[in-house]
Structures are given as C-alpha cells and as structure tokens.
C-alpha cells in the first residue's frame, strides 16, 4: 500500500470513508488516454503550479522556500524568497501580471514578478497558516488561513483584509466562481464568500476535501479525499458525488488537484493511484493517463495548451500531451 504525504499544517488526517450525500454510480476506471508524459526533475518537492501571465509555468517548492518557473520546454529557474523557510505553497497569476503566492511558514503573501523580484506582505493574524490563493473577480487576490480559521483579501497593492468564518473552520483551497463569488473548501463543507465578505457555508459529508475549481458548466467541482470521489456544487447549494474506482481493494486513491481541462473536461490528481484522470461535467469518468510516479498533487493547464502537474516524492514536475 501507499502512504499519502501529509501536506504540512494544511491537510487534514485520512479518517473513514464518510457518508456520500447526492451519491451517483460510476463504472471502474476506463482504459487510459493516449498521449506522452514527460517530466522535468525539481530542485525539492514541488507543491502546486499555475500558468504566469509570461507564457511560463511556476511552482512553488515549499521545503526550500522557492519559487519555481518552467519554460513549456522544461527550462527551470529557481527564485528563493527574502524570508528564509517561508513555506511557500499555493500560487496564482494575478490580475497585475505578477505571481502571487502564500508562505505557509512565514504568515505572508508573496508576490514575485515575471522577473523574479520577490515582495513579501505580512498577514495582520499571527500563525495564520496561509494555504491557498486565487486571483478574483473584484481585481485583487483572495486567500485562505487555515489556522485562523480566515479567508483573506489582498490588493495589488499590498493592503490585507481578513475575514473571519465559523468557529471551527479550517479553509483550504479557494477559487473564484462562476457568480461573482470566491468558493472554498473547508473540512466537510463548500464555503462561499461574496467579494464584500458575505459568508455562507454548504454542509457536504464529514471527511477531508482537496482542491476545488470552476468548471465549464457554471458549477463548482472538488476533490473529495476520504470519500475517494469527486463533488460538484452549483451555486445554488445543490450537491452530487461521483465516486471513483478504489486503489485495489480497500484503499482509496486520494483525489488531490483538480482544473478544468483543454477539451472541457475536469483533470483531478490521484496522489496514491499515481494517475491523473477526467471527468465530464454529466459525471462519467473517463481515460486518463497514469505515470509511475510518487504523490502526485498540483495540477493546471499550461500555456501550450497541455496538462501539466507536481510530483511530491518524485521531485519533479511534469508535462501530459495528448495525441
């Protein structure tokens, strides 16, 4: 059996397979699609990856305090941030053609330009424990806090704003919507937040849940961890799970990343399966591809086009083409 990596302070502990609310069948996994990996060894583990607005891929390697950036060719260029083992862990292309980036260790919000320059901005919560970031629709970026049990607002410029959820919560991933709003998962709920600060919170199933992403049907979909599936949320509040195949007979595949795919589809990380795979927007699971890998994670479309994703234990970051 594999063991998934625990992502330091962010995820949560695999616990048993929670109840599925809104539960859809799905058939086992198909045959795989056809295409060719290729892959680009990393200087430490590379935790998530977004396209930059330079036509670049970037990444953060949060053991060494760097940011990473690929060429579409797999020319790799490391830049260390001004504070030391800052624990840098989600990024996003911002709405100023920067980078932008939380440091997990260091309580900040980073920003680094298609250059390099690196800027640091202070989190008002102390140990705040920033996870991830999306660019939103009000032109600033949005982030969460997972140990201030905050979602936070920055502006290009610099000036922070939290605000503060539900006693309990832990947010972890975040994207901006298809409504205006800002969408983020937070243990077993789907949190949404209006860009004036306005919460509301959707009970989904007790369980861990992974990265979340709009898809090209106007809904929300996320991984769901424990539950071994993958949610869709409209939003309206309406949910469904679509389960997936197990790892062999008793454990689960540990859905991580998810985006919207080239072809329309939604791509998802499968860390202990060692596979990336697809799923419509009607919930059939479709051919992926998988690479003998270890703990694959991040995962985005790159600016030619293709599937690019982060391999934790493997130190590498790699490049999915379809034929």
């Not at 590379?46 to 060494?64: A, V």
């Not at 539900?166 to 077993?188: C, E, H, M, Y």
């Not at 860009?195 to 106007?218: K, R």
């Not at 309406?238 to 329309?264: H, M, Q, R, Y």
Request: proline share 9%; glycine share 16%; hydrophobic share 35%.
């Amino acid at each position: 059996m594999k063991r998934s990596r625990v992502r330091p302070r962010l995820a949560a502990l695999l616990i048993a397979l929670c109840s599925c609310v809104g539960l859809v069948s799905l058939s086992v996994a198909p045959a795989w699609a056809a295409g060719t990996v290729t892959t680009f060894p990393v200087a430490s583990p590379p935790y998530f990856i977004t396209s930059g607005p330079d036509g670049n891929l970037w990444f953060t390697l949060g053991e060494t305090g760097q940011i990473g950036r690929s060429t579409t060719s797999g020319t790799i260029t490391y830049f260390s941030t001004p504070t030391k083992s800052s624990g840098p862990v989600g990024i996003t292309a911002g709405p100023d053609g920067n980078l932008w980036f939380t440091e997990q260790n260091a309580g900040q919000i980073g920003r680094i330009t298609p250059r390099g320059t690196i800027t640091e901005f202070p989190i008002p919560t102390a140990n705040s424990t920033p996870g991830f970031i999306t660019a939103g629709p009000d032109g600033n970026l949005w982030f969460t806090e997972a140990s201030a049990g905050k979602v936070g607002r920055i502006t290009p410029s610099g000036t922070i704003t939290e605000f503060p959820l539900p006693t309990g919560s832990k947010p972890g991933s975040i994207t901006a919507g298809p409504d205006g709003n800002l969408w983020f998962t937070d243990g077993g709920q789907i949190g949404r937040i209006t860009t004036s600060g306005a919460i509301t919170v959707f009970p989904i199933a007790a369980g861990s849940l992974g990265g979340i992403t709009t898809g090209p049907d106007g809904n929300l979909w996320f991984t769901r961890i424990t539950a071994n599936a993958i949610g869709r949320i409209t939003p309206a509040g309406v949910f469904a799970s679509f389960p997936l195949p197990k790892c062999g007979d008793d454990f689960f595949c540990v859905p991580e990343g998810i985006t919207t795919g080239p072809n329309g589809n939604l791509w998802f990380t499968l860390h202990d399966r060692d596979s990336v795979d697809q799923m419509t927007t009607s919930g059939s699971l479709l051919n992926g591809f998988t690479y003998p890998a270890s703990g694959l994670e991040g995962i985005t479309v790159g600016p030619d086009g293709n599937i690019w994703f982060t391999e934790l234990g493997g130190r590498q970051i790699g490049r999915f083409v379809a034929s």
